[in-house]
């Protein structure tokens, strides 16, 4: 079974920086594009940035500019720095594939607010 780790969330004022980490266990990692969710309280998880096998990566509008994700293949995991936060930020954000997600972790929470 896959599982994902997802830590570093916290409370943050607007325009502060947080940095998330996720750690994979029970996959090859490698050969999979990952990505960053996140969910707002009563709102649909929604896809906040994706990186390929290769390095390749993409993010939503609205955090194009501010974030940054990244991976280490060797040590299978993949990180999350988001930079001059905004309290739309505020969400649980998760780690998992690209495609054909497999089961959610616990996600870290990331509480933007003054």
């Known amino acids: 079974q896959v599982q994902f780790v997802e830590s570093g969330g916290g409370l943050v004022q607007p325009g502060g920086s947080l940095r998330l980490s996720c750690a994979v266990s029970?996959?090859?990692?490698?050969?999979?594009?990952m990505a960053w969710y996140r969910q707002a309280p009563g709102k649909q998880r929604e896809l906040a940035a994706y990186i390929s096998s290769g390095g390749d990566v993409n993010y939503a509008d609205s955090v194009k500019g501010r974030f940054i994700i990244s991976r280490d293949n060797a040590k299978k995991t993949m990180a999350l720095q988001m930079n001059s936060l905004k309290p739309e930020d505020t969400a649980v954000y998760y780690c998992?594939?690209?495609?054909?997600?497999?089961?959610w972790g616990q996600g870290t929470q990331v509480t933007v607010s003054s």
């Open positions: 029970g996959s090859i990692f490698s050969i999979y594009a």
């Open positions: 998992n594939k690209k495609k054909s997600p497999g089961s």
